[in-house]
């Protein structure tokens, strides 16, 4: 069986469900190596369930490459291509002529991007065989940095439907019980982001609190679940803007609650000003709602079907946020209703086992068209790249 060592920081409930998927189709031996295992970016309880793949975990870049010297795979699969193991592991297939392949759902409008530094992307990317991408932008942007299309495979950022499916299902079987124990209001629409600058959050506070005075007493609430360092001045803004008290602050909603969440909420809202996908709109699909999500989302083209499953609006246009809101609010319970049906639809195409599909697929791509070996300048910068990992080690 051809044996895969897959790479990435922290596997976290989406990875695993991913990973698990692969393995079911029983054609590669996968090694995940998590060699930031102890990354506090997200807060996700530890992932306990062992899984159908190899779980290991390195400390530094010397025993990542020893790991890769132990189980000398068939193909490497790397997480992004931008972190400094990476880079290592990079330099080490480069040497030993094993295939790789990067999985990203970069955009070409995620940050701010410089031609000196694209042109530098483009070649630390000629040492890929084959990529799987999550949707058309990153796409998109892969083939402008010298991915051929033919190499490209989709998708990428999935996650477990079937368990936000079912969760949000039993949740309602149980409503009122669970709307008093988790202390939810009647009516809310739901965020679920980090708090940090670029989820946005000020302006749907603010976009909120537009909505909430032309809905009066008839207004849904709003719970933003999250934690990060803006917490204390969202809550501010809040306040500031005479919405204080129908702003909910439940904290991190650890994996296992999340179903609960969604499904007794109206609608999720993502309002990010950057965002390479926003997977949160997969669970929420999944859970059978209707989305809101501005289009600085990556997803918006792929997962957004106006006025079929939801919105998208200019992540600065703050009044078109709030009337997507209000016509939500306003609408028929029916009429929602069969936008989150159309939101299950349009995500099925999104779920693991198409994720493992179209991994699978780019790893047969690298190793039956392994390129001739990247140019010297490749190797070069690569091999940079590589050195600083060991120096900062």
């Known amino acids: 069986m051809v044996v895969v060592a897959f790479l990435l920081q922290r596997i976290g409930p989406y990875h695993h469900a991913r990973l698990n998927a692969w393995a079911a189709l029983g054609v590669h031996a996968i090694h995940a190596i998590e060699f930031r295992p102890t990354d506090t970016v997200y807060a996700w309880a530890p992932v306990k369930d062992a899984g159908n793949y190899v779980r290991s975990q390195t400390r530094n870049a010397a025993e990542l490459v020893g790991k890769l010297d132990q189980l000398r795979p068939d193909a490497v699969v ?3 291509y931008a972190d400094l193991e990476i880079n290592q592991a990079m330099a080490w297939a480069l040497k030993g002529k094993i295939p790789l392949v990067t999985c990203s759902d970069s955009t070409y409008v ?3 991007r410089s031609w000196v530094k694209e042109m530098f992307k483009r070649q630390v990317l000629k040492a890929f065989d084959a990529a799987l991408v999550a949707g058309r932008r990153s796409q998109d942007y892969l083939k402008s940095l010298g991915v051929d299309r033919e190499r490209q495979f989709r998708p990428w950022d999935v996650v477990d439907n079937s368990y936000f499916e079912q969760g949000a299902q039993m949740s309602r079987a149980h409503e009122a019980a669970l709307r008093a124990q988790l202390k939810l209001p009647r009516c809310y629409f739901l965020c679920v982001a980090r708090f940090v600058p670029k989820k946005n959050l000020p302006l749907l506070i603010k976009a909120y609190a537009r909505y909430a005075v032309g809905a009066g007493g008839e207004a849904w609430s709003l719970v933003l679940s999250g934690s990060g360092s803006e917490e204390a001045a969202l809550r501010d803004c809040a306040v500031a803007e005479g919405v204080g008290e129908r702003v909910f602050f439940p904290g991190f909603i650890q ?7 969604f499904a007794l909420a109206g609608a999720l809202v993502l309002p990010s000003s950057s965002d390479q996908w926003g997977l949160v709109v997969n669970e929420a699909m999944s859970a059978g709602l209707p989305v809101v ?4 989302c990556g997803c918006v083209p792929d997962l957004v079907k106006e006025g079929e499953n939801g919105f998208s609006f200019d992540s600065s246009d703050e009044p078109k946020l709030a009337q997507c809101l209000t016509e ?4 028929e319970p029916e009429r ?3 936008m989150g049906r159309r939101s299950r639809e349009i995500i099925a195409a999104y779920s693991p086992a198409a994720f493992s599909t179209g991994l699978a697929a780019a ?3 690298a190793l039956a068209h392994r390129r001739s070996r990247p140019s010297w300048v490749t190797r070069q910068i690569v091999g940079i790249l590589a050195r600083r990992t060991q120096t900062s080690a």
């Not at 994996?255 to 969440?261: D, H, R, S, V, W």
């Not at 939500?328 to 609408?331: F, G, S, T």
Request: charge should be negative; aromatic fraction near 8%; proline fraction near 7%.
């Open 328 to 331: 939500l609010a306003r609408m």
């Open 110 to 112: 995620d940050e701010p």
């Open 255 to 261: 994996y296992g609650e999340l179903p609960a969440y």
């Open 293 to 296: 999500v501005s289009n600085s």
């Open 78 to 80: 790397c997480v992004g």
């Open 336 to 338: 929602r209703a069969a």
């Open 363 to 365: 790893v047969s791509c």
